[in-house]
Nanobody, 127 residues
Framework: QVQLVESGGHVVHPGGSLRLSCAAS????????VGWFRQAPGQQREGVAC????????YYADSQKGRFTISVDNAKKTVYLQMRDLKAEETAVYYC????????????????????WGQGTQVTVSS
């Protein structure tokens, strides 16, 4: 089993930036792809980005428009999501999750393709 803990979410003004962290334990992170997802009240969970922790290949949802960056620190077993120019509609609980091989299915950014989830961290974008 893989245990995941998200952190870094808080209240930020529109246009502001946040860095979320996903700390993993119980497994070698290089054996997984890790995705970030978000779910707003009354909305479906949507994929934001994912990364292959072996070679560092990254994939992003079109809605990010270059504003978000996913990265991994294998020594710390932590995946990060750097978010800038945040919009009010991006208020949501943000989750990280893992996917085993084959990793290509993670690029669909579909929650159904990920098997281990953290508890989420709340991001609120408000003036």
């Amino acid at each position: 089993q893989v245990q995941l803990v998200e952190s870094g979410g808080h209240v930020v003004h529109p246009g502001g930036s946040l860095r979320l962290s996903c700390a993993a334990s119980g497994a070698t992170l290089a054996d997984y792809a890790v995705g970030w997802f978000r779910q707003a009240p009354g909305q479906q969970r949507e994929g934001v980005a994912c990364i292959s922790c072996d070679d560092g290949d990254t994939y992003y949802a079109d809605s990010q428009k270059g504003r978000f960056t996913i990265s991994v620190d294998n020594a710390k077993k932590t995946v990060y999501l750097q978010m800038r120019d945040l919009k009010a509609e991006e208020t949501a609980v943000y989750y990280c999750a893992t996917r085993t091989r084959p990793w290509w299915v993670a690029t669909t950014l579909s929650a159904a393709n990920f098997g281990s989830w953290g508890q989420g961290t709340q991001v609120t974008v408000s003036s």
